[in-house]
């Protein structure tokens, strides 16, 4: 009976580690998609997708899609290995602001709902940071509260 007892603590206590691996799989999961299913298509194909890319705020198709790509691409590989993370989410966020209310504003949820659950994923890390398994850490130890 001791084994159990000492099992069920080790799974319902929350320490500072396992809330930073927790993190961790968050920034990579997000991060991966990302990266897979928008901003390295969108990368690859730059040249052919800004001649048809939508400008929602008026500075140009190409300046539009660069700033995607800057914060679906970049900004995503910086979450993944929890570099500037904090900074990294503001670009991502506002792409998915955009992306939620702007760009298929009046589609219906089923549309708004991946980047609406992106946006809320990069809230919460612009939030908690990176965790202690991440570069923020490493160059600024103690100073990261969590």
């Avoid at 899609?65 to 503001?90: D, M, Q």
Wanted: with cysteine; proline share 1%.
């Amino acid at each position: 009976m001791k084994s159990l007892s000492f099992l069920n603590k080790s799974i319902w206590t929350t320490s500072e580690k396992s809330i930073s691996l927790s993190l961790l799989i968050l920034r990579i999961g997000v991060s991966f998609s990302m990266i897979y299913l928008h901003g390295y298509q969108r990368l690859i194909n730059f040249s052919h997708i800004s001649t048809e890319f939508a400008d929602p705020l008026g500075v140009g198709v190409v300046a539009s899609l660069s700033l995607v790509v800057f914060a679906e691409f970049f900004c995503s590989l910086f979450l993944i290995t929890g570099l500037f993370t904090r900074w990294s989410c503001i670009p991502l966020i506002i792409t998915m602001i955009v992306a939620t209310w702007v760009i298929n504003a009046g589609k219906g949820f089923i549309f708004q709902e991946k980047s609406f659950i992106y946006l809320i994923t990069y809230v919460s890390l612009l939030i908690s940071g990176g965790g202690y398994f991440s570069i923020d850490y490493l160059l600024l130890g103690r100073k990261i509260k969590l």
